[in-house]
């Protein structure tokens, strides 16, 4: 199983990207996928997660109307949308895999597989 997470950078306050996450030895379409970050000094938090077998996802607070998650099953590959970026969102952002098909959680504590991380800037 492995995750490889790109598309973070450097970006000014405001601006948009969209994160990658590739997946290789198992597929995207059963388990439930999620995007977490952590800034310096500060514990990883669940950022956004989708449950494969019905859609349906979640969203920390923080983010919510500005991030979207979604899949592509044929490219066994999973996005988060950033959009509205501020300050305050950068961090390195990971994508994991709860391999649970009924779960869905923002607690990095529940997810078994972890991609490497992908720093995401944003400046004021």
């Known amino acids: 199983v492995q995750l490889q997470a790109s598309g973070g950078g450097l970006v000014q306050s405001g601006g948009s990207l969209t994160l990658s996450c590739a997946a290789s030895?198992?597929?995207?379409?059963?388990?439930?996928i999620g995007w977490f970050r952590q800034a310096p000094g500060k514990p990883r938090e669940g950022v956004s997660c989708?449950?494969?077998?019905?859609?349906?996802?979640m969203y920390a607070d923080s983010v919510k109307g500005r991030f979207t998650i979604f899949r592509d099953n044929a490219k066994n590959t999973m996005y988060l949308q950033m959009n509205s970026l501020k300050p305050e969102d950068t961090a390195v952002y990971y994508c994991?895999?709860?391999?649970?098909?009924?779960?869905?959680?923002?607690?990095?504590?529940?997810?078994?597989?972890w991609g490497q991380g992908t720093q995401v800037t944003v400046s004021s």
């Open positions: 989708i449950r494969s077998r019905d859609g349906r996802t």
């Open positions: 030895g198992f597929t995207l379409d059963y388990d439930t």
């Open positions: 994991a895999v709860h391999r649970d098909p009924g779960g869905i959680s923002l607690v990095p504590l529940e997810y078994d597989y």
